[in-house]
Nanobody, 121 residues
Framework: VQLQASGGGLVQVGGSLKLSCTAS????????LGWFRQAPGAEREFVAT???????RYADSVKGRAFISRDNAENTVYLLMRNLKVGDTAVYYC????????????????WGPGTQVTVSS
């Protein structure tokens, strides 16, 4: 199983960014796909997740600014982040877990290598 995230980069405060994560080697629609992030010196934290055919969930810190979606035909999950803040700066990871996984990173079985998002003021 491989997960490959892309779309990270440098963006100014208030800007937007859309991350993508493409998976291979698994029956994609069976898995819940999640996004987590880890800032320097901090623990990895939950950002958003989406079930095989919907049911998006969000961390309170990004609710209203983040939008997760997926394309099962393309084995890809997306994370659109709007109105970015300096506090959103982190390495963003996508992960795949069985349908009971939500915000606990331990419930996800497969992880990609991450993509850096830097928000500058």
């Amino acid at each position: 199983v491989q997960l490959q995230a892309s779309g990270g980069g440098l963006v100014q405060v208030g800007g937007s960014l859309k991350l993508s994560c493409t998976a291979s080697g698994l029956y994609f629609s069976m898995y819940r796909l999640g996004w987590f992030r880890q800032a320097p010196g901090a623990e990895r934290e939950f950002v958003a997740t989406i079930g095989g055919f919907g049911d998006p969930r969000y961390a309170d810190s990004v609710k209203g600014r983040a939008f997760i979606s997926r394309d099962n035909a393309e084995n890809t999950v997306y994370l659109l982040m709007r109105n970015l803040k300096v506090g959103d700066t982190a390495v963003y990871y996508c992960a795949a877990g069985l349908q009971h996984a939500v915000s606990d990173s331990n419930e996800y079985d497969y992880w990609g290598p991450g993509t850096q998002v830097t928000v500058s003021s």
